[in-house]
Each structure stands twice: as structure tokens, then as C-alpha cells.
């Protein structure tokens, strides 16, 4: 929880281009929540690496947000392998505060990850300096990481 904290209030009052995610595993089912939070004006810019056909300020501005396409967005810029086996998520919601969107996901795992191999891409391409911040909460397994377009993925064991 005080990692947690301090990521959140690093993210805050961190002047570069940052992201915020976190992985949870659903007690008791075959599901892993993924919650991410980033720029509004830096989710759109993204956004265009994957279509740049349509006018997204337009499209964006109204509530709800198009699902197949954040979907595409997501699973191109974040992979999550779970025991080696690619996972697809799928968008439960999303909130956009204070030009900042908030995108929670769902996944469909195994009911006993014995690794987990996350690769994080948003924004790679823009920004030089960015960091995307990763925490990740399997039954008592808790870690936090940074990602950055030099080092964009990692892997963890979950067995103990």
C-alpha cells in the first residue's frame, strides 16, 4: 500500500512523460485486473501510432469511449504473458479526470501463474524520458517496476 503511495505521488510530481498501471490478480478466479492511468493529450498522441485515420480530439470528447479501439491501443502497447501464454484484455471502464485517463481492463489467466512477463510500450516512441510505472499484486507476490524505452519489459517468478 506505501508503495503504492509513493508511486502515485511520484507520478504526480514528476515532471517527464509518465504512466501508471498496476496488475492484480482476482482471488479465487482465472482473472487479472489491469488498471492504467496516463495524459489525456499523451494517450491521444499515442493513440495515433495505431490509427490516425480518424479525428480522435472529436471522438474522445464524448463519453463513452469507443471500446474497440482502446482495446486495439491496449493490447499493441502492453503484453502480458502469464506461464508463457499471451493474454488479451478487454475494457470494463474508463474515466478521464483533470486530462488525465484512467483505463481498467480485464484478463483472462490461469488460476496458478507461476510467471508473469509484462512489456510496456506506451509512449516509447514519443518520449525519450519516459517511464511507465508497473505494480504487480499476485496472491502475496507484490513488486513495483519502471519501464522505460530502453528496458521495456521484465520478467518475475511467482513461485516461491
Known sequence: MLRALVITLCLITHPGHVTMTSLDFIQGTD???VSC???FDDFLKDLQTIDDDRNL????????FPTDLINQYFNSKIFIY??????IGKLLSSDLTDNAITLNLI?????NPRNLTVRNLMLADWYSNQE???IIRIN???KGIKLTPGHNEETVSLIK
Do not use: T
Not at 502469464?82 to 493474454?87: A, I
Open 82 to 87: 502469464v506461464n508463457n501464454k499471451l493474454l
Open 132 to 134: 511507465n510505472l508497473m
Open 140 to 142: 502475496n507476490f507484490e
Open 31 to 33: 482473472s487479472l485486473k
Open 57 to 64: 480530439i472529436r471522438l474522445f470528447s464524448k463519453q463513452p
Open 107 to 111: 484478463y483472462r489467466s490461469s488460476k
Open 37 to 39: 492511468r496516463m495524459d
